[in-house]
């Protein structure tokens, strides 16, 4: 299935990309062999508060890309608040709309040289036991097996480890717009601060030149200092209308530039490091969090508890008698 998925069958490919949802041993197989294959594809990351506009930009970046001949893969992190359910089914129908054409593609409707093929996927956060931290890292890499460049990851910026995930990419793309309220307030979840590119969306909006005044003046005033500050690097502000269909090739550009720009600078190597790091610590955590479950929930776990409930053993010292086996 994996050299099926790797010579082009998208069908291998969505049936890997289930496999890599769910966690667990055959994942971590997919990972081993997608290995030896990647460190191709520019990575972006997108993200932005609810409804900013992400998934009508992407679906925008993603035309372009495939017209100019890219193979250009989309993962979209669902949000998995149910606030924002009704949201999660319009990505679906705008997303499925963009990888419809390069479907069409595929069945000979249209010239595969115009189109190409794009690949486009929604991810669940929601109860499925691999972690978005261990998922979305893997499901980029097979990606990048398949040779899919750019591979683009969809976020929404409220959680931290949506944001990490975004600010790990090799070029991170947050996304404003007007009525997002106090641009400061929005840099708590250190949302601003991953930038590289920003993209002041919904510009056909009245207010849009007072979110780009705000993230000039942040900029200026050292509040908001992207990744790569010590070097002098400056994220650029790009106004665009995802919804005109106006600033996309922008966006497109300024992407490309900030990939120049770490490239020339040795700063992609970084970044791979980092993301390498943060993939390798986020799978660590997960599998001692699961064992320390087993242990908790296990004979001596469950005896220890009871003595702690009756005041016998502190918390302290039953967390350190349990700790004691984790190794
Ligand atoms: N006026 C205007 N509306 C836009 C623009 N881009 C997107 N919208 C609208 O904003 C709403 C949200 O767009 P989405 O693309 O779903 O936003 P999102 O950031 O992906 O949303 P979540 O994934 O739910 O966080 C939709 O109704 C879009 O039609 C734009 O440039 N201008
Ligand atoms: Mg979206």
Redesign the pocket.
Known sequence: MFADAVAGSRLALGRLLTVVERGGPSADVVSDLAQPLTGRAHILGIT???????????GELVARLVASGCRPAVL?VD?SSPL?GG??L??RI?MDGAAGSSVDVAAGKAPASQLGHAFIRSMATRGHSGGLAVAVPLAVRLFDAAGYDPVII?T?GVGQVEVDVVGAADTAVV?ATPGMGDAVQANKAGLLEVADVFVV?????PGASDVRRDLELMLDLGHITGQEAPDGYRPPIVM?????GTGSGDVLDAVAAHLDYLESTGRRAQRRRHRVRAEVLARMEQAMVRRAVELADGAEGRELLNAAENGELSPTSVSAKLLEQLG
């Open positions: 932005g508060a609810p409804g900013a506009g992400k998934s009508t930009l992407v979209a949000p924002t949201a999660i319009g990505d705008r969809e929404v996304v969306n919904k510009a056909d909006r665009a209308s995802a919804l005109e």
